[in-house]
């Protein structure tokens, strides 16, 4: 599974802290937050913390880049252009 593979490449501290809320969801506080990390960090003291069922991501692998220099009156330009 390619999520947990990289989920135990990251900090401990990431890891509780990806249990702590749904992203995008609103929550009613800032100490709500404080709470919820707290008790993560009671459950797994000395464990492993392990993968939230609802973690997960995307692989993007690009096949090309292409960069854009700023220019005047946003008149942009690709790198590739002299």
Known sequence: MESLKYFVTRPRGSQ?????????????????LHAKLAEI???VQGGEVPLPSFWGGYRVIPSRFEFWQAGDDRLLQRSDES
Not at 16 to 32: D, E, K, L, Y
């Open 16 to 32: 509780s802290g990806a249990w702590c809320s749904a992203q995008s969801s609103t929550i009613s506080s800032r100490a709500t």
């Open 41 to 43: 960090k009671q459950k």
